[in-house]
């Protein structure tokens, strides 16, 4: 009937800015017939439930107070989303709902799931208005139309057919999550968070073909983000285990979420809200996806044994107390693990069955592969224990395992659990591009590194791409093999082909090394970082791109937890982009850099001694494969003039590439036409070496192309070029082909830093990369 729903959960829908961006996302990722579910705006559900509780107590001068709360807070969506006769209506209509409030509250009338269906009937009420502001048809849907119940459990085909009968296939259809109605036509409601719940539900009797819970984290992670920094998103979650969090508190999905969907093919994605950019987390099937690893931190829980519990009651009590249910059995006991506050609530529901074991307790849950659950816990009991925390009761079962405990467990103990826990067992995904001369050594290094690095992950080669072929394998490339298969298994590959492929893996970490130097794959860069790829690259385009593109680039990478390495893009394995780095942590304040940062330029430059003419050096060095294909290339100072600009850019000095002044190694005209004209006038060429040679001559100097980045007196001075060095300066003593690099700083004043080194060449460019790959690893962990 319809392919998509959307559900907007209250933290999406928490201010006018928020009701905008929604309306954005349904306008970009809608068609008519689609459904959108949308919770109770902000906070609205817990002062609603607030209000109940004030009612209850026969406090009307709290009932008054939160009535004018909510007033004012739907009255301010009101006024600044709509307009004229919308905004009217709309406003004469809060006014009508709640004065009915106040007056049931006065008579005592007043019933809880009707109370609390007030919420998502504003918020459905006024999205569903401002879509239609925009010129979007839309229109409103009170989901007690749609979804009855009978003795608490759904009609599943009476609803199918309301929803097919009432759901526009022309339209926007804004539904209220949460509630529900009986066959009386009373209001129920599906429990805290039941909008998700109401989201599947509505998928299953629509026959949907997606369903986005769009929220206010980027997916479902390994813990909780906003507690441990390194908590990993994963990009696919199988329903088991989302379900089992679901059922442990943990808050991304409602516990009832993933039941509609059982049997169907119906697929289930998180997303952000708040960043468009972030990728989601899909929920799938048994079988397609590898089971993760999980911690969820519990704070103020009860555990109550309950005598001869059936399955609903289950249900009933997570729907009586708003909050998901967890039940164990022990031996002759079945235990309850509910929060502290509705502690009295459950047991009165139980009535006289239930009673209190434990209470006042925190702790955490551990869910991960069923195998893997008997060392977790020994290695939680061990964290735990050097903490001096102690627990008073652990849990074992299929999947998981709890450790309710006295103390809290604080941010900085559930991170070491995760670390120690969850970290271990990950796997990184490497995609190489490029495997020419570099690329090859590179491969011929990484089953060392593999070894190396065991310790920490489990390391795969699943792709190889070289200019239009692609070698792909979700489950690794044998390394020792890879030509083999290279001969034998790659194919030519799309742009599209390849990010669906990235996106399909099913990897705790994924690494994209660029050892290209094509412009073009560096563009696909911010496609990457939307699949959560981390990025080496000896490739320099990306680095000295645009800078509002090159600063969009790192503001995603950032906003993702992602790394970007690139520290062989200048000087190949030498260790500068490491060295500018650790100055600048230390407090070091850098003021100049200058040096030789091309080994072509400096194999000919410090072979140069007037005897040899300077183009024949240069078809020399061509021969030998130290040029690029037209050393015109090497010759026009493009490449220095870009490593240069990354260097700036480690300083956090915003330069483009116009901003450093560039003169060749040769004359202007001889940059134009093809290399054979080139060759037909090379001699002017060297009558142009020879002048600026014999000039350096009587300075006493010798020549020498650099590059050279000073600061001084906020101004940056930045240019490429031929310069004249004294003989007795470093940079005119160079062992041919080296790089060099001379650091002036606050604390190298006067006697400059310098690095140097081969500045190109396989096996060490190889080795600068593996380094990114080593110390990317070591950072994740």
């Known amino acids: 009937m319809n392919n998509n ?20 996302i349904v306008l970009a990722h809608s068609q008519a017939g689609d459904c959108v579910v949308v919770s109770a705006s902000g906070k609205t559900t817990d002062t609603l439930v607030t209000l109940w509780h004030s009612y209850q107590q026969q406090d009307s001068h709290a009932v008054a107070n939160i009535l004018l709360q909510l007033n004012t807070h739907q009255a301010e969506l009101i006024e600044q989303l709509l307009q004229g006769d919308a905004k009217n209506a709309a406003l004469r209509a809060l006014q009508q709902q709640l004065q009915a409030v106040a007056q049931q509250a006065e008579c005592r009338q007043l019933h809880e799931a009707a109370l609390l269906a007030h919420g998502e009937l504003w918020s459905a009420s006024l999205l ?15 989901a007690r139309t749609l979804f009855t119940l009978n003795a608490g459990q759904l009609l599943h085909a009476q609803n199918q057919q309301q929803c097919r009968a009432l759901i526009s296939a022309t339209q926007i259809n804004v539904v209220t999550g949460f509630i529900a109605a009986n066959s009386a036509a009373e209001t129920l409601t599906l429990g805290r968070n039941g909008s998700d719940y109401s989201a599947t539900l509505l998928a299953s009797y629509c026959d949907a073909k997606h369903v986005t819970i769009w929220t206010d984290t980027q997916g479902i992670f390994s813990t909780d983000p906003r507690k441990v920094n390194k908590a990993i998103k994963y990009a696919k979650v199988c329903r088991a285990q989302a379900n089992l969090l679901a059922k442990l508190g943990n808050p991304v999905l409602h516990a009832k979420t993933l039941s509609p969907l059982k049997d169907t093919d119906i697929t289930l994605s998180v997303r952000s809200s708040f960043d468009l950019q972030a990728s989601a987390t899909e929920v799938v099937k048994e079988g397609g996806v590898k089971q993760k690893r999980f911690i969820t931190s519990l704070q103020n829980i009860a555990l109550l044994t309950v005598e001869q519990l059936v399955t609903a009651e289950i249900s009933a009590v997570s729907q009586l107390i708003q909050h998901s249910v967890h039940h164990f059995s022990s031996g002759d006991d079945t235990y309850l693990v509910v929060p502290e506050e509705a502690t009295h609530q459950v047991i009165s529901y139980f009535a006289g069955r239930a009673n209190i074991a434990e209470s006042n307790l925190h702790g955490c849950a551990i869910v991960a592969p069923s195998p893997a659950i008997n060392n977790l816990t020994a290695q939680a009991r061990e964290v735990l224990s050097e903490h001096n925390i102690a627990p008073r009761l652990i849990q074992q079962d299929n999947g998981y395992v709890l450790l309710l405990t006295d103390q809290l467990i604080d941010s900085d103990v559930l991170s070491v ?53 692609l070698l792909f394998n979700a489950s690794g490339i044998n390394i020792a093999q890879w030509q083999q298969q290279w001969q034998q298994e790659a194919k030519s590959y799309t742009t599209e082909g390849l990010l669906t492929a990235i996106s399909q893996l099913d990897y705790e970490h994924k690494v994209v090394i660029d050892i290209t130097a094509s412009e073009s794959f560096s563009q696909l860069y911010t496609d990457f970082v939307e699949r959560d790829c981390h990025l080496i690259s000896a490739n320099k385009y990306a680095g000295t791109a645009p800078m509002a593109w090159y600063q969009a680039l ?17 000087g190949a394995g030498l260790p500068i982009n490491f060295a500018l780095a650790d100055l600048q942590h230390s407090g070091d304040k850098i003021t100049r850099i200058e040096g030789v940062f091309s080994g072509t330029l400096s194999w000919l430059c410090s072979q140069y001694d007037g005897s040899v003419a300077f183009s024949d050096l240069v078809l020399e060095a061509q021969k030998m494969g130290f040029t690029e294909p037209d050393p015109r290339e090497d010759l026009s100072g493009r490449d220095m003039q870009r490593k240069l600009l990354i260097l700036a850019r480690e300083l956090n000095i915003a330069l483009d590439l116009d901003d450093i002044s560039l003169a060749p190694l040769m004359p202007d005209e001889l940059a134009l036409g093809a290399w054979d004209d080139f060759l037909a006038n ?4 060297d009558a142009f070496i020879e002048g600026h040679a014999r000039e350096a001559k009587l ?20 240019k490429v070029g031929i ?25 190298y004043r006067d006697n400059a830093l310098v690095i140097q080194g081969p500045g190109a060449g396989k096996e060490v460019t190889a080795a600068g990369v593996h380094s990114d790959l080593y110390w990317l690893v070591k950072n994740l962990k």
């Not at 300075?699 to 930045?718: E, F, M, P, R, S």
């Open 5 to 24: 729903i959307h559900k907007f959960g209250g933290s999406s829908l928490s201010s006018v800015e928020c009701y905008k961006r929604v309306a954005n």
């Open 128 to 142: 569903a208005a401002y879509l239609q502001q925009l010129s979007v048809a839309a229109c409103m849907h009170d």
């Open 417 to 469: 659990l995760h670390d120690k826990l969850i970290n271990k067992g990950q796997e990184i995904a490497l995609i190489v591009a490029g495997v020419g001369n570099v690329g090859e050594a590179f491969i011929a290094q990484l089953a060392t590194q593999v070894t190396r690095l065991s310790t920490d992950y489990s390391i795969k080669l699943v792709g190889l791409v070289r200019s239009q072929q």
């Open 554 to 570: 790192q503001t995603r990478l950032a906003a993702r937890n992602l790394y970007w390495r690139y520290n062989t893009s200048v």
């Open 682 to 685: 090379k001699h002017q060429l």
């Open 699 to 718: 300075q006493h100097a010798k020549l020498c192309y650099t590059g050279l980045l000073n600061i001084a007196d906020n101004k940056v001075t930045a």
């Open 723 to 747: 310069a004249y060095v004294a003989a007795s300066d470093v940079l005119a003593n160079l062992t041919p082909g080296d790089n060099i690099f001379v650091i002036n700083s606050h604390w």
